[in-house]
């Protein structure tokens, strides 16, 4: 009766029996699934699989057509403990194994010193001594450990050859190849020599900026790094070689340096257009950079509805500098008036418009942005909840921007292609635009008037005619506008005018790249009436 029970186990059960005794490893797994042979994967792959003592293949691997029975099988691979275990396998199922590879570890102890003081080297013990310790293999780096008071750590790394590097401000970097052997601990000893000054990686972020920008964008920031501790000083002179600008730095206490210059002078005045020479002085070396203040260089935060840069509803002709760039994302909330297609008349159905914008200027003058929306609209009436999705882009070019006069004028095509229902519910829809922004540009104010043909495409060659009109204020932190455009399409059954209307602002903090928007408007499109809030978060460069 025994043998008979243990008979049906065995049947019922070979899972149970062919994983047994091959491991205490948790993350170890031994699975039957349907098929025949065996299948080995490992973590890490690449594990030179050994069966009955033959080297057969490196993991992942499969063995589909291996016939019934008990096999010993290692696992090795340099670097990390073997494994073995014993399987049986059966001819009606597939055995699939899963293995965590555990690495062969030991033990460093290192120790990084400074040279002993002698007799005329007094001054060492005025360089701060903090070294940073850095392990790894070859050019990899595994940890880094920052080492207090004693300069002694001990460090648990894979077996083999690894290099310890040792780094301190004020010091030379120094390194050592040291053998790990598993279970031992192996002992090194680093000795760091000062380092001789120097400066290094000159660089800005902004070689050419106007300091009427908001923020940072006013501004441009220098960066370099030193080897070791010292003074210094920044000057920037002007055209005529006179010092417009100086800066003391007391003491370098790290390698990276960083100074922000926002185009004024000595007594806060800002500078006129031209070219400036920024010097790095410091330990009787002297580096220089070029930096130019231009006043036409004019990064303006615009909304990018519909892929359009400007007001919400009325297009702009400003672009930005070349290489200069936008990204926005937000969202909308609103009750949005949308044609029944079934009668000539418009049904408010509340909608969660999300959108992503980027703007970029690739070369003066011209500019590029493009959108990508998501718009989920929730049960009214006479619908159920629904969702689409569209982009859009254009181009601008900008024909007339100067300082000389107070007029901007350009010239720009847009396209939009839009799934069922996901035209983004602030814009005209599918289909091609010829738009033309004019502003008059008075001190803080931009006043802009708009006029645009659009093609709906398939419905006819005949375009609907759309005037946008706005104003915006650019203030120092901020901006706010407002904008309305008419909608007037000729071909449609039902030439009812649409009219929209909003308001927005632009906040961006006096350090930050990064600006907040928030809007609001109406949108009437006979017999229906809707509105809409929204924000929306961006960076700007």
């Known amino acids: 009766m025994i043998k008979l029970t243990f008979l049906i186990i065995l049947f019922l059960f070979p899972l149970r029996l062919a994983a047994q005794n091959v491991s205490d490893i948790t993350d170890d797994r031994f699975e039957e699934v349907s098929g025949k042979g065996m299948v080995i994967r490992t973590n ?9 003592g033959a080297e057969r293949a490196v993991t992942p691997a499969s063995f589909i057509n291996l016939p019934a029975g008990e096999y010993n099988i290692r696992l090795s691979r340099e670097g990390y403990k073997e494994r073995s275990f014993q399987v049986t396998l059966f001819s009606t199922s597939r055995l699939v194994i899963s293995i965590k590879m555990e690495e062969e570890r030991g033990l460093v102890l290192v120790s990084v010193q400074k040279p002993p003081v002698t007799q005329g080297s007094e001054s060492l013990n005025n360089i701060p001594f903090n070294p940073q310790i850095i392990t790894g293999a070859l050019d990899e780096i595994i940890s880094t450990e920052v080492l207090h008071n004693t300069h002694n750590v001990l460090i648990s790394m894979p077996a083999g ?23 031992e601990t192996a002992e090194i000893n680093i000795l760091m020599q000062p380092a001789s000054f120097k400066i290094s990686n000159v660089s800005q972020n902004r070689k050419k900026f106007n300091p009427l920008n908001a923020g940072s964008l006013g501004s441009t920031e220098f960066r370099f790094d030193v080897s070791a501790p010292a003074s210094g000083k920044i000057t920037i002179k002007g055209a005529d070689d006179s010092v417009v600008y100086a800066k003391n730095i007391e003491n370098f206490i790290t390698w990276h340096q960083t100074f922000s210059w926002d185009g004024k002078d000595l007594s806060g005045s800002t500078l006129p257009e031209g070219k400036y020479t920024v010097l790095i002085e410091a330990e009787n070396v002297t ?16 909304t990018l509805e519909s892929g359009i840069s400007g007001l919400t509803f009325s297009p702009m002709p400003h672009v930005l500098p070349a290489g200069s760039y936008q990204i926005t994302a937000g969202a909308l909330f609103g009750s949005f008036p949308l ?28 500019e590029l942005t493009t959108s990508v929306n998501i718009v989920p609209y929730f049960k009214n009436q006479a619908q159920k909840s629904f969702a689409g999705w569209g982009i859009s882009g254009s181009a601008k070019f900008n024909i007339i921007e100067s300082s000389s006069i107070p007029l901007a004028f350009a010239a720009g095509f847009s396209y939009t292609w839009a799934g069922n229902s996901g035209e983004q519910p602030l814009s005209p829809g599918k289909g091609a635009g010829f738009h033309t922004p004019l502003s008059l540009e008075l001190s803080n104010f931009s006043i802009a008037f708009c006029p645009a043909a659009f093609w709906y495409g398939p ?38 005018p649409k009219y929209l209307a909003g308001a927005e602002v632009n906040l961006y903090p006096l350090l930050s790249n990064i600006f907040i928007s928030f809007s609001a408007g109406v949108i009437y499109h006979k017999p229906s009436f809707g509105w809409y809030g929204g924000f929306r978060v961006g960076i700007v460069d």
């Not at 890490?44 to 009955?52: E, H, L, N, R, S």
């Not at 780094?167 to 279970?183: P, T």
């Open 161 to 183: 050859y690894r290099t310890i590097r040792a780094r301190a401000f004020g010091w030379e970097n120094a390194s050592e190849l040291v053998l790990i052997s598993e279970n």
């Open 339 to 366: 044609r029944n297609p079934a009668a000539c008349e418009q049904i408010n159905t509340l909608g969660l418009p999300f959108e992503i914008n980027m703007r970029i200027a690739p070369f003066n003058r011209i």
């Open 459 to 496: 419905e006819g060659l005949v375009p609907a005619l759309f005037l946008s009109t706005g104003v915006l204020y650019k203030g120092s932190g901020f901006n706010a506008g407002l904008s309305a455009r008419c909608e007037l399409d000729f071909i449609k059954e039902c030439f009812n």
């Open 287 to 302: 580096l220089s950079l070029t930096t130019e203040i231009n006043y036409s260089d004019n990064i303006l935060i615009l």
């Open 44 to 52: 890490p792959a690449g594990v030179k699989v050994f069966i009955d």
